[in-house]
């Protein structure tokens, strides 16, 4: 088959011609009406009954949006009460064992157990989905998994959505992700491979294929994304083997395979050839590659294409008459073709009209969910009837285009003049890390196995409600600066308490930890209803950064003080990293990401040599998304880390030998970034590592990382309250990698979301272990 060269407006597509669709919508609800319901749930004010009557008319409610947007079929299945793998799991009934009674007798409870633990039980370890901020729960199996099918949720959503008189598709995590995105069980040797258990695990994903065909689906989603990394012939070959055997299946809906965040590369043929009906594929970012790469395949003769031209990820406005001309050459590779997002709606807010702060004109740059699938609706209308039909649409879109592009906003002459002026000596700090480490013992004169704490610490009621005074005019700037002191005070009289040996002002003052640095940096905007789901019913509004960027003024500069003031012992400065304020911002598209970075990072820079100038012997530059925003595939990886570590280094390089540089990460998979982790030049690392059983530490002694680490030993994403013993047990196993002159002692991540019980009793656990292991090792 060979591309269309039709003009669109020449013959509009036949009625029944293409048609508008998604792959998922956001969860929460305009007012996060989830989030409530689920934590309501947990402090026993909301009955089970009534969180699923709460999620059943956010379903409804969703469903209804994007029928009135102009969507012709919708999903089901992929609404989710903490998390679509942990979902994946109940269906395919690979529960862990140590969580099947817990399930058996109270399956909703049991659900939650397995996302976040009890006192009892650990939850399952959680990492970001692909190259996003999302987290996802990862499945857990072993030589003994037993799987079973339980359609009771992905069954139960159809019929809901049917029942409304909707046309939609099931969505199901496909079995290859889902197989490869596992680890071994606890106990199970680190060599076995999830992948081995495929003959056992299709037959489960036939029975719930045949149920969804019976409860009314004509097609139905198995998404895939797994094939949008790098993957060996075997793993291709698996691939084959999945779609040649369910699409050989007779008691099925219509299959389609959807993969998205990147090219498909060799698994696009592998999806050609497979005898299924339908295929969903990226179109946007790196993944506009699978056009060409369509074409040299010959297309996707008798099957329907989901191009998905509307980018599902980032927040602004698509380009109508690109995406079009774009859509117009698909016309010819498939039999089919209809239009999508590029993949679910999850990762985006809900919807623009809500942001009444913004410049209308700035608004109009910006496309959140809703408006994604009224652009969706739109570039199907005009495929199907021609480009007259939304001459309308298309006038408006080439006036916001130009709008955003003559901007002032997005231009600033003298922080494009400075970044261009950057050498590569002010990326690295003239002193060796040896001599650095010297220098920093001696100035800080800490013991052996120092603890610390990553940043934050609770967030509690009375803080979030003097931050909702102050913007409602209820309380004053002096008032709230005097309940920000107060905090500090408290935060810092715990840590001493404790016995930690380096502290934190517990960062009273954010409201997040980006969008309290982008309200201060020039080129950031924020958003007031712009939520997004980071894990479960944790939600964070990522700012929209729109142009250059600068620090008008210090930032944290006066509360590190304020702190410091309080106690004879180090307290850290904390900031943001530049790789971070990008990764968890919505990002301009309209630059390279190298010379965004770059601007960020020296506006970081000036706050990291004021906060040295203020007495800081410690500064903290987190990066928790260094790994998650690593290209997916492996040929677009060296240019990334060069440019990221490159602005971390910017960032950090200004200080003296004697000022001690930390960094943090979190949640991810770090093996694949080592070389990446030596060359930040960071004098301590900081990484989550309790979930995982020390699993980074290992990776590390493995990588020959030659400086300080520590590797966390208490799970902040859990309620549960580990002991002296368990953090003396993990510390242990640190111990076993790190030698103890380079092993620091702290939580895996920020204690923002904890509450003070639980986090005060877990610090004292946290330094009793310490101080036992310290005894021992001194004698």
């Known amino acids: 088959m060979s591309p269309s060269t039709t003009p669109v407006n020449a013959t509009a597509v036949a009625p029944g011609g293409p048609l508008a669709t998604a792959y998922g919508y956001p969860r929460q609800g305009p007012d996060r009406e989830l989030k409530k319901a689920v934590e309501g749930y947990w402090a026993g004010r909301v009955t089970a009954a009534d969180l699923h009557t709460t999620a059943a008319g956010l379903r409804r409610d969703n469903w209804r949006r994007q029928a ?36 058996a007798a109270d399956p909703l409870a049991g659900y939650f157990a397995m996302a976040r633990g009890t006192q009892d039980v650990a939850p399952l370890e959680m990492t ?37 008189g909707h046309t939609v598709r099931p969505v199901l995590l496909g079995p290859l992700t889902y197989l490869l995105l596992a680890k071994p069980a606890p106990g199970v040797p680190a060599a076995f491979q999830p992948l081995t258990l495929l003959d056992r695990l299709l037959p489960v994903y036939a029975e719930l294929l045949a149920e969804l065909r019976a409860a009314g689906a004509q097609w139905v989603q198995l998404d895939e994304p797994a094939l949008a990394q790098d993957r060996s012939p075997a793993e291709l070959g698996a691939a084959a083997r999945v779609y040649r055997e369910l699409g050989a299946l007779t008691d099925r809906p219509k299959i389609l395979v959807a993969s998205y965040f990147d090219r498909l590369g060799a698994a696009l043929p592998v999806l050609a050839k497979a005898p299924i009906e339908g295929v969903g594929l990226d179109l ?16 996707l003769p008798g099957k329907r294409l989901i191009a998905g ?42 919807d623009v009209d809500a942001e009444r702060d913004l410049d209308p004109q700035v608004a109009r740059w910006l496309a959140f969910a809703r408006q994604k699938t009224a652009e969706t609706a739109a570039l199907a209308r005009g495929l199907r009837e021609g480009t007259f039909a939304i001459a309308g649409e298309l006038a408006a879109n080439r006036a916001d285009l130009a709008s955003r592009a003559a901007s002032a906003l997005t231009h600033d002459p003298a922080v494009r003049a400075r970044a261009a002026a950057t050498t590569p000596a002010d990326a690295r700090r003239p002193q060796a890390y040896r001599d650095r480490a010297r220098a920093q013992r001696a100035r800080l004169k800490l013991p052996l196995l120092p603890t610390t704490t990553i940043g934050s610490f609770p967030q509690t009621t009375e803080l979030r409600t003097a931050r909702a005074d102050l913007r409602a005019g209820r309380l004053d700037a002096d008032g709230y600066q005097d309940r920000i002191r107060a905090e500090i005070r408290e935060v810092v009289a715990h840590q001493e308490k404790a016995g930690l040996d380096v502290l934190v002002h517990g960062e009273p003052e954010r409201n997040d930890m980006v969008q309290y640095f982008a309200e201060q940096l020039t080129g950031y905007l924020a958003t007031r209803h712009g939520w997004v789901q980071s894990y479960g019913t944790r939600y964070v509004r990522p700012p929209v950064l729109a142009g250059d960027v600068s620090r008008p003024h210090p930032m944290t500069v006066d509360w590190f003080r304020y702190a410091q003031d309080q106690t004879d012992r180090p307290v850290k400065g904390m900031l943001t990293g530049p790789v971070t304020m990008l990764a968890w911002s919505f990002v301009r598209d309209d630059q390279p990401l190298a010379d965004t970075a770059r601007q960020v990072a020296l506006a970081l820079r000036d706050e990291v040599t004021d906060l040295e100038a203020a007495g800081a012997a410690v500064v903290q530059v987190d990066e928790p998304a260094l790994r998650e925003t690593l290209p997916l595939r492996a040929a677009d990886r060296p240019d990334y880390l060069r440019w990221a570590t490159e602005a971390f280094r910017l960032t950090t390089s200004g200080v003296r030998a004697d000022t001690q540089i930390h960094t943090h990460m979190c949640y991810a998979e770090f093996g694949a970034i080592m070389t990446a982790i030596d060359e930040l030049d960071a004098d301590v690392i900081s990484l989550e590592a309790a979930r995982s059983h020390m699993e ?11 400086r300080e680490v520590g590797p966390g030993v208490y799970d902040i994403h859990s309620p549960r309250v580990p002991s002296a013993d368990e953090v003396a047990a993990l510390l242990r196993a640190g111990l076993a990698a ?3 002159e380079r092993l620091w002692v702290n939580p895996d991540c920020g204690l923002k979301t904890r509450g003070w019980t639980e986090t005060r009793a877990s610090l004292e656990h946290l330094v009793t272990a310490a101080r036992r292991l310290r005894a021992e090792l001194t004698g």
Do not use: M
């Open 68 to 103: 009135e947007a102009g969507l012709a079929e919708l999903p089901t299945g992929d609404f989710s009460l903490y998390d679509h793998v942990l979902d994946t799991t109940v269906a395919v009934g690979a529960i862990p064992a140590r969580h099947r009674a817990a399930v």
């Open 696 to 706: 980074v530490a290992r990776e590390l002694a493995g990588a020959g990382y030659p």
């Open 309 to 350: 031209v509307v980018d599902g990820r980032n927040v602004w406005i698509n380009n109508l008459e690109q995406s079009l001309v774009t859509l117009a050459t698909l016309l010819g590779l498939a039999d089919r073709v209809d239009v999508a997002p590029s993949c679910s709606l999850l990762h985006v807010p809900l």
């Open 128 to 164: 970001k989905w692909f190259d996003t901020n999302y987290h996802y729960l990862v499945p857990e199996l072993g030589p003994g998994t037993v799987f079973a099918a339980n359609p009771a949720k992905p069954v139960g959503e159809l019929r809901e959505a049917l029942a409304l």
């Open 738 to 740: 790190i030698p103890a």
């Open 284 to 299: 946007t970012g790196p993944a506009a590659a699978n056009l060409a790469d369509l074409a040299a395949v010959g297309g």
